[in-house]
């Protein structure tokens, strides 16, 4: 399958005001992940506010993570039922909740509940964002607009690397996180005066069908499509390496590990976030150009990814070599831009009124991968006594499985892809003009 996508009927027409109310909606996201990332910029300042070891400070990420993975389908299912504009504005009143009570916690039990309300309310955000896209956007574009708010999402990353992780050593805790949580304000004014679901003449067609025999429906049909099931493991082999490296476990591993200063460090992690821009960029204009390259652009980038971390970790020196450092963070980059692959196996797998559904089965794989690496890295550095070869073993367990779950499933997925394909030109040519 290397043809380009194929005008569909009914298409959105895209343009300019497709991406001004899009990028009103991905702004949301990334304000989102400035507050999802900024605990990996604070973890050992978190640690000493809070008086944790290494096991009670993953569980900051775990449980927002578990919070917003559990969330995908259910807000897959909100998006469908109640439109982008509905769902965008309420994950921005918790996730932005959440930014301001971590900031004013005085204990580690209100910590906690906090990053799971921040949790929630970015479970929110890029689900509705997707579906955004595909009611602004033609099919063909989609590749190319999924990485687009998945660069947009880095740039969030990238300004709580630089900018929240000084005004945390300036200002401090409470005047840095509290501070960040205006962006949720403005960015929620710009979604109550300037958002839309759709552009006018493409309105969806309304569910024909309410409670919970609609939900099975709508969670069942999606997951009998292999392509779906396909996205899932996509996005859960390829995405929690980096997730993991920025959310919590990177400046701790560099710092203490490798032995560097903070300020390399952060540099370090910038660097993963740059990189991630970059070929995010490259792999969303092949994907949308040679769909046939979807698979072999996401195995490469696990098996590149496996292969920088085992000789990082098991380096024979005491630390690892600047040249592999940079190497690595590079190659971590890529992980983002793969895991976006994943929705471009859903996608076409699943007609408009599952896109939500789908799109929110296809997102926990990642975050799944990511709260078990995290879970399990925090376990065996307490064990073993801050053993980082040993801890971040798991990586190579959960891309193993990742990896045996996508040759299984490719084969089905893309017959069935096909037969799709087919039908969509057909009903194209008896469209009445």
């Not at 009570?101 to 910590?111: K, M």
């Amino acid at each position: 399958m290397s043809a380009v996508a194929p005008v569909l009927p009914g298409d959105p027409p895209g343009g300019r005001r497709a991406v001004a109310v899009w990028g009103v909606g991905v702004s949301v996201y990334f304000v989102a992940v400035i507050f999802r990332t900024s605990l990996g910029v604070a973890g050992l300042d978190a640690a000493d506010r809070f008086g944790v070891n290494a096991s009670a400070l993953s569980t900051f990420s775990i449980l927002q993570l578990l919070v917003y993975a559990g969330m995908q389908i259910p807000v897959g299912l909100l998006v469908d039922r109640l439109g982008t504009k509905k769902v965008l504005g309420l994950g921005v009143v918790l996730f932005t909740a959440g930014q301001l009570g971590f900031a004013l916690s005085p204990s580690y039990g209100t910590a906690l509940a906090s990053r799971a309300l921040l949790g929630c309310g970015d479970a929110m955000t890029f689900i509705s964002v997707l579906r955004l896209g595909t009611r602004w956007f033609p099919a063909r574009r989609g590749p190319l607009i999924a990485q687009l708010a998945g660069l947009v999402g880095m740039a969030g990353n990238l300004v709580s690397t630089l900018v929240l992780a000084r005004l945390l050593h300036e200002v401090g805790w409470t005047a840095a996180f509290a501070g960040s949580a205006l962006a949720g304000v403005v960015v929620l004014a710009l979604l109550l005066l300037f958002l839309r679901d759709h552009p006018e003449g493409h309105e969806p067609e309304p569910p024909s069908h309410r409670g919970s025999a609609y939900v099975r429906r709508q969670i069942v049909a999606s997951w009998r499509e292999p392509g779906t099931r396909l996205g899932l493991w996509v996005h859960f082999t390829t995405q929690f390496p980096a997730m993991v490296f920025l959310l919590l476990w990177g400046l701790p591993f560099l710092v203490e590990a490798q032995g560097l200063g903070r300020g390399t460090a952060g540099a370090l992690l910038t660097l993963v976030v740059l990189s991630n821009m970059a070929v995010g960029l490259v792999y969303g204009q092949i994907v949308a150009r040679h769909h046939g390259a979807r698979l072999p652009l996401a195995l490469g980038t696990v098996g590149a990814t496996a292969l920088l971390w085992a000789v990082t970790l098991y380096w024979p020196a005491a630390a690892a070599p600047m040249w592999l450092l940079v190497t690595l963070c590079v190659v971590l980059g890529a992980c983002g831009p793969a895991s976006m692959i994943g929705f471009d196996f859903a996608r076409p797998a699943n007609p408009p009124e599952r896109q939500g559904t789908a799109s929110g089965i296809t997102n926990m794989g990642g975050f799944v991968a990511s709260m078990t690496t995290l879970f399990g890295v925090g376990v065996l550095l307490d064990a073993t006594g801050g053993d980082y070869g040993v801890a971040f073993s798991v990586v190579f367990l959960l891309q193993g499985l990742g990896v045996s779950q996508i040759l299984r499933l490719r084969r089905r997925a893309a017959l069935r892809e096909r037969e799709r394909l087919v039908a969509s030109r057909v009903s194209s040519v008896h469209v009445p003009v």
